[in-house]
């Protein structure tokens, strides 16, 4: 019994192919073959399939990869060889389909049909740099490239420390090593990314994607301070230059906690807009009040707001206001910036106390958005879990097999055996008996 789950409604989405140690499959768009007739497809049964609707599919036709580097076209048609079954029922708003479960069963082709190993071999080196689960290989290079992120961070972080410039000043002791690790890093993230963009589907929608904008980002300040920039554009260069930062976000492809905590942020956008309103009705408000209860009397002399004690005030203005409201509201306090009367102190403990409440209930909101996404996780781990271990369990089941039916042939070769052994043992004792009455008969005729 072969079969094949399709978790999610059975329209043309992009899928994540899983199988065993032997066989990871990921089934991408097939952009590249719009003209491959779908009747000559064919697609791999006992395994995963998991739909992501953030990658459209055209026409329901993936590319699939075996271990062994053979690659081929993957067809998912509802109508012919799958059947809806409920695991669950669906949330409100949610058709029933939408929820539903879908299992294909013994609907394989007798044969595979494979596409040209050039074809393999751009998709080969595409999964290995794009998705780390799919492979060995796939798994070292997001180890490495992890490593030069983390080791590029730690350098951009370690060349500012006085120790390794002279005298303090802007210039480096060594600059030679600094520069021939960072070309050396650069090198490896360029050769990365244009591997990628030679191997995507669609060069405009690879480069604007987010994480490949960061990508160019991270590597386009070396390119830029190649070409000797000087005069005014070097203050620009160095805003360039600070942009090396954000190769730490190019663990978010390989993290799965930051993974989790975008997806988090995502699904609570609306909270966060909601905080975001509130903050700055509260802000706005509190900071008019508060002005106007702590600027104090204008000196004509000395041409700035006093306070009653003579000090200078410092809340000059609404908008120079903000800084103590957001501080308070956050519940931060630096008291850089106080208030000085009985009727300001009390306005900033009303703050504090409506910032506490401002922000429980969309934070509430997030931490519950956080604990969902979490569940997801983990129940997404185990169910690879038990699969994987049945997959595991079912091919020591077929290496087992060929070794068992050799024991069942040559248990029927000793049972035949024993059964001529008996046979030759019964003739033996037949002709015994047939001799034995000879011998008895001859001499009584005789007599």
């Known amino acids: ?22 066989l990871h499959v ?9 003209a491959v007739n779908p009747s000559q497809l064919s697609f791999v049964a006992g395994d995963m399939i998991d739909y992501f609707p953030q990658r459209p599919m055209v026409q329901g036709l993936g590319v699939g990869r075996t271990g062994s580097g053979n690659e081929g076209l993957f067809h998912l048609d509802a109508t012919e060889v799958m059947s809806g079954v409920a695991v669950e029922s669906p949330p409100a708003g949610v058709l029933p389909q939408q929820a539903s479960q879908l299992v294909a069963e013994d609907s ?11 074809v393999t071999t751009r998709h080969m080196i595409s999964l290995i740099l794009n998705e780390p689960e799919s492979c060995r290989l796939a ?27 002279v005298d303090g000043g ?33 060069i405009c929608t690879f480069v604007f994607e987010p994480m490949n904008v960061v990508d160019l980002a991270a590597i386009a300040p070396w390119y830029l301070e190649l070409m000797n920039l000087s005069g005014d554009q070097s203050a620009v260069l160095r805003v360039f230059r600070l942009a090396r930062v954000i190769r730490i976000f190019k663990l978010g492809k390989y993290a799965a906690g930051l993974q989790l905590f975008g997806r988090t942020l995502l699904a609570s956008v609306d909270a966060l807009m909601l905080l975001f309103f509130f903050l700055s009705l509260a802000t706005i408000l509190a900071s008019s009040i508060v002005y106007f209860v702590e600027r104090g009397t204008w000196s004509v002399a000395q041409q700035q707001w ?31 910036v106080v208030p000085a009367t009985t009727q300001g102190q009390l306005l900033a403990v009303s703050t504090m106390l409506a ?11 997030l931490g519950s958005n956080f604990q969902v996404e979490y569940e997801k996780l983990e129940k997404e781990k185990k169910r690879k879990e038990s699969y994987l271990s049945s997959a595991r369990m079912s091919r020591s089941r077929e290496l087992v097999s060929p070794l068992q039916q050799e ?18 043992q019964e003739k033996q004792t037949a002709l015994l008996r047939i001799a034995h009455s000879q011998l008895f008969h001859e001499p009584s005729q005789q007599l």
């Open 1 to 22: 019994r072969r079969t094949t789950h399709a978790k999610g409604p059975p329209r043309p989405h992009s899928v994540f192919f899983m199988g065993d140690a032997d």
């Open 26 to 34: 990921i089934l991408r768009a097939t952009r590249d073959h719009p």
């Open 108 to 118: 394989v082709p007798p044969q595979d049909h494979w596409l040209p190993k050039a």
């Open 139 to 165: 798994r070292l290079v997001s180890v490495w490239v992890m490593t030069l992120i983390m080791v590029s961070t730690l350098a951009f972080m370690l060349s500012t420390l006085p120790q390794f410039h």
């Open 170 to 202: 802007p210039e480096l002791t060594n600059p030679a090593v600094w520069n021939n690790l960072e070309a050396f890093i650069v090198l490896q993230f360029s050769l990365e990314y244009g591997m990628r963009l030679a191997t995507c589907g669609r």
């Open 306 to 336: 006093l306070r009653e004690d003579g000090e200078p005030s410092q809340f000059t203005s609404i908008p120079a206001t903000f800084w103590w409201c957001v501080v308070t509201l956050t519940t931060v306090g630096y008291g850089d």
């Open 355 to 365: 910032g506490v409440l401002t922000i429980a209930l969309p934070v509430s909101i």
């Open 407 to 424: 024991l069942g042939k040559l248990g029927e070769l000793f049972s035949e055996m024993d059964g001529l052994t008996r046979l030759a």
